[in-house]
């Protein structure tokens, strides 16, 4: 963790002091050190692993209890939010059939976004997670401007937006506003927590998702300081899967579906097989693994 060093004499006179309110001595070490390690973003929860286990399993009112349940015992911490913002992305993503390789596969909707509108009432719900996470985690960085929690609910918050306006809403310039957003807030997280690795899957998918785009549109994201790169992106998701916490499984799935794009099938088919081990009862990975091995896909398996 790269923080602000202080003068040994100051570092006494913190560690002496009582510091009996909290929200006046964010600057003290021993409190900066506390708060980070009793942060839900950065050391397992288990309700929140659970509840990230149902999400990915495609259980997504039983994710949401888990999540709102959670929250509604820390309603201070933005990652609460965030996490009900993920559950209803994730959702309409798989509705929509987003998370498949017909879809990635499908250039034309991989760069321009799915058939038709997604559900309205998933998607409001989805934004007011997301405008709440980004109050409270803004009233942290009121406290301390450099809150790696804050950072790390932003940048999720930003890559998640920019997935949905990419892919569900097809507002193709305003994803492009959050991923240099996401990018922004990624670093200045990983400059205060080297090991947030969660956080490497907004910088992964904006990477592969602006570097898969033609040469023409690259060249003129680059006079807007975006920039993108496919390889490098594939490997910042690796990273998340190396050691992720919560997001480990999607960007699995994305890293997966990349893989497809990119005809590297030997890698996509050890991941898709890892997921249907892993959620045995999703019928989502088992087919798609079914898909990468050139296999039929068995009956109940379909949709």
């Known amino acids: 963790m790269h923080w602000r060093i202080y003068s040994v004499a100051s570092f006494l006179l913190f560690s002496a002091a009582a510091c009996p309110d909290r929200s006046a001595c964010y600057a003290c070490p021993r409190h900066v050190e506390d708060e980070v390690a009793k942060s839900p973003a950065f050391t397992t929860v288990a309700e929140l692993s659970s509840g990230f286990h149902s999400l990915y399993a495609q259980n997504f009112s039983e994710a949401r209890e888990k999540f709102d349940h959670w929250e509604s015992q820390h309603p201070e911490e933005p990652f609460g939010e965030v996490a009900i913002a993920a559950s209803y992305l994730f959702e309409e993503l798989y509705r929509q059939g987003v998370l498949s390789s017909d879809f990635f596969l499908n250039e034309k909707k991989f760069l321009h976004g799915i058939d038709g509108k997604p559900d309205p009432e998933r998607m409001k719900s989805f934004q007011a997670a997301l405008d ?20 790390f609910a932003l940048t999720l918050a930003a890559g998640m937006e920019s997935n949905a306006d990419m892919m569900l809403k097809k507002q193709h310039i305003e994803s ?17 927590q080297p090991d947030a690795n969660d956080a490497y899957v ?17 060249f003129l994201l680059m006079f807007g300081g975006v920039h993108g790169d496919k390889k490098l992106g594939m490997q910042q998701l690796g990273k998340t899967i190396d050691g992720g916490r919560y997001l480990q499984p999607f960007a699995k799935i994305l890293l997966a579906l990349a893989s497809r794009r990119e005809k590297q099938n030997p890698m996509a088919q050890k991941l898709l097989l890892e997921l249907s081990r892993e959620f045995p009862e999703s019928p989502l990975y088992a087919a798609e693994y079914a898909k990468a091995m050139g296999r039929p896909i068995p009956a109940q398996m379909h949709p």
Do not use: H, M, V
């Open 202 to 218: 907004a910088l992964g998918t904006a990477n592969y998702i602006i570097g898969s785009l033609s040469g023409g549109a690259r």
């Open 132 to 151: 709440q996470a980004r109050k409270l985690a803004k009233a942290l960085l009121a406290k301390n401007a450099r809150d790696p929690e804050a950072f």
């Open 176 to 192: 492009l506003k959050r991923l240099k957003e996401g990018n922004e807030y990624a670093k200045l997280l990983l400059a205060e």
